[in-house]
């Protein structure tokens, strides 16, 4: 009986991923049903029951299933040879359960309408666009800059614990709920990684474990960093599964939140992004911008590269491959070039707002 429960799972891939296919088709249906509709639920579900703890039950919970996957291939790999089918039956029936799971518990937002059809603006501009926004947020940043150092030249530092960073990040998005509704978030579910030292040399300054969906930053990066990272990551939390989505709606709640610094790096992390599409359409005019930023704001930039530079190794080109494919197996065509695709959202949205 076992195993032909076991055998049933396996085959279960089969319908499971015919099933997800054909509602990639339908993104309307995924906005209606499961992003706004049932995943929500789940979604503070695990929020009220995860939550509160101080620590990542999901990192402990990666660790156990580590140690015990690690074992079960050891105490299982002589039936490889003398029942090879039902090893491949018991492995695939385990995938099938966690398929299922991850579908179930957040993946499905990967299939959603895109965000741009969401907010009903334009998902493409000009490069005169792109500089009218960058110009909007260059400004302010330098403003906010210098209210902050009273020096165009120092660096901004954020007067906070990380974990208070962390406490603070929700309330950016109380502020921007009043802009969109959906974006209520409550109970919070934020932590640093257990794994942040793998993280780091990884490349990855945060993620949303998607059986918990508890969100994680990485305890290691600059705290220059936190704000943004931690708004990117609850944007995950709300069901927004898309690279560029999730740093459009984090860079929105920072510019929205009453703290200073958090609006600081919020619009910093905007004009990253404007300046970099910038060099890569016209060198020559991104020179000439970026020559008008303060210099401390650079330093902050310059912070954070020097942290990933710090951090390289040989397999971290590795990780990224196999997080860009795997991006593209869930409906990001691009991988993580998606990235920089949020310039398209902060253009179109801002073009026409005043910041």
């Excluded at 695990?46 to 079960?72: E, K, N, Q, V």
């Excluded at 179930?104 to 490069?127: Q, V």
């Excluded at 930023?293 to 951090?311: P, S, T």
């Amino acid at each position: 009986m076992l195993k032909k429960k076991k055998t049933l799972l396996a085959l279960s891939l089969i319908p499971q991923y015919l099933l997800i296919t054909w509602l990639s088709y339908y993104p309307e249906f995924t906005e209606r049903f499961y992003s706004n509709g049932m995943y929500p639920f789940i979604s503070k579900m695990f929020r009220y029951m995860l939550g509160w703890m101080p620590f990542s039950f999901g990192d402990l919970i990666y660790t156990l299933s580590a140690i015990y996957i690690i074992r079960w291939f050891y105490k299982n790999r002589k039936r490889l040879r003398k029942d090879t089918k039902q090893w491949f039956i018991d492995v695939l029936s385990a995938i099938a359960v966690m398929y299922f799971a991850f579908h179930l518990f957040w993946g499905f937002n990967y299939y959603r309408l895109p965000l741009h059809k969401s907010l009903g603006i334009a998902n493409d501009y000009t490069t005169e666009q792109l500089v009218a926004v960058t110009e909007k947020l260059l400004e302010k940043s330098n403003a906010l800059h210098l209210k902050i150092t009273k020096n165009d030249t120092i660096k901004a530092d954020l007067p906070f614990r990380k974990s208070e960073v962390l406490s603070m990040a929700p309330a950016g998005y109380e502020n921007l709920k009043q802009i969109f509704p959906h974006l209520e978030y409550n109970p919070k579910s934020i932590k640093k990684s257990l794994y942040s030292y793998p993280l780091t040399y990884m490349g990855f300054s945060g993620y949303l474990n998607p059986f918990t969906n508890e969100a994680q930053v990485d305890g290691l990066i600059p705290i220059y960093k936190f704000p943004t990272t931690a708004s990117h990551e609850i944007a995950h939390q709300l069901g927004y599964a898309a690279e560029n989505e999730a740093n459009f709606i984090g860079c929105m709640a920072a510019i929205n939140h009453d703290d200073i610094y958090f609006r600081y790096t919020g619009y910093t992390f905007g004009l990253r992004f404007c300046l970099n599409e910038i060099f890569r359409r016209d060198p020559c005019l991104y020179e000439d911008m970026v020559v008008d930023v303060n210099k401390g704001i650079l330093k902050n930039y310059v912070e954070v590269r020097k942290f990933w530079e710090a951090h390289e190794n040989p397999a971290e080109p590795l990780f990224k491959l196999f997080y860009s494919n795997f991006l593209k197996a869930n409906n990001q065509n691009k991988g993580l070039e998606s990235y920089s695709y949020v310039v398209a959202l902060l253009v179109n949205y801002f073009e026409t707002k005043s910041l």
